[in-house]
């Protein structure tokens, strides 16, 4: 069946360093792949998507790339802040269910 | 404004105490789901209703009940609740269904069974 698989966390960084999460997935067919963002007390909400392979989402200084032949969605900034500071899940949305990873919590030292 | 509204934000009751925890949407949005999100498990999809008298069972529906009578609301039922249901839980909705995978989510609800 489809999964996703996200790098572990917690993961600590200092302001304007670059940001790499990893996300690898599992599918049959052409899911489409997204990243959501959980800040602290809130709900989850969508923070970028890509439908199909090598698209590029792209939101708030964020970025991530469908990539088919290594089955990976990695989540990317150049330059982080502390207002960042957040869990963030990969996702997948296959033929049969929306699937989240376990989540990252990304903290973010000033 | 466009959101997922859910009552109670926090509640803690006993073991056996029937509860509802209750979920509003105003995009008229098709499809509706409820998640509960614990430390290591991430989330994990509870329920979901394609439209209204239509509900499934997601991966942990033992425990819970749902209906889908107005496309609006959705609500989360625990019967006899019990400790392992304490959790934080999110409902979330989307235009056209589960394969889009664009859901707007509620602030959570936070249950602690006694």
Same mark, same amino acid.
């Given at each position: 069946g489809n999964s996703v698989t996200q790098m572990e966390g917690p993961v600590t960084l200092s302001e304007e360093a670059f940001l790499t999460i990893n996300c690898t997935y599992t599918a049959?067919?052409?899911?489409?792949?997204?990243?959501?963002? %959980?800040?602290?007390?809130?709900?989850? %909400?969508?923070?970028?998507k890509a439908t199909k392979a090598d698209d590029k989402g792209s939101n708030k200084g964020f970025e991530a790339t469908y990539r088919k032949e290594t089955t990976s969605f990695h989540l990317e900034k150049g330059s982080v802040q502390v207002s960042d500071s957040a869990v963030y899940f990969c996702a997948l949305s296959g033929d049969d269910k929306i699937i989240f990873g376990k989540g990252t919590r990304l903290h973010i030292l000033p | 404004e466009a959101q997922v509204t859910q009552n109670p934000r926090y509640l803690i009751t006993v073991t056996g105490k029937k509860l509802t925890v209750t979920c509003s949407q105003n995009m008229n949005h098709?499809?509706?789901?409820?998640?509960?999100?614990?430390?290591?498990?991430?989330?994990?999809?509870?329920?979901?209703?394609?439209?209204? &008298?239509?509900?499934?069972?997601?991966?942990?529906?033992?425990?819970?009940?749902v209906s889908r009578k &107005? $496309?609006? =609301?959705?609500?989360?039922? @625990?019967?006899?609740?019990?400790? =392992?249901?304490?959790?934080?839980?999110?409902?979330?909705?989307?235009?056209?269904? $589960? @394969?889009?995978?664009?859901?707007?989510?509620?602030?959570g609800s936070r249950l602690t069974v006694l």
């Open positions: 049959t067919g052409y899911p489409s792949l997204f990243w959501y963002v %959980q800040y602290p007390g809130e709900g989850l %909400q969508l923070l970028l | 098709e499809y509706m789901s409820w998640y509960r999100q614990d430390p290591g498990l991430g989330l994990r999809q509870i329920y979901y209703s394609m439209n209204v &008298e239509v509900t499934d069972k997601g991966d942990v529906p033992e425990g819970y009940k &107005e $496309k609006r =609301n959705f609500p989360l039922i @625990l019967e006899s609740p019990s400790p =392992n249901q304490t959790s934080l839980y999110f409902c979330a909705s989307s235009l056209r269904g $589960k @394969l889009t995978g664009e859901l707007f989510f509620g602030e």
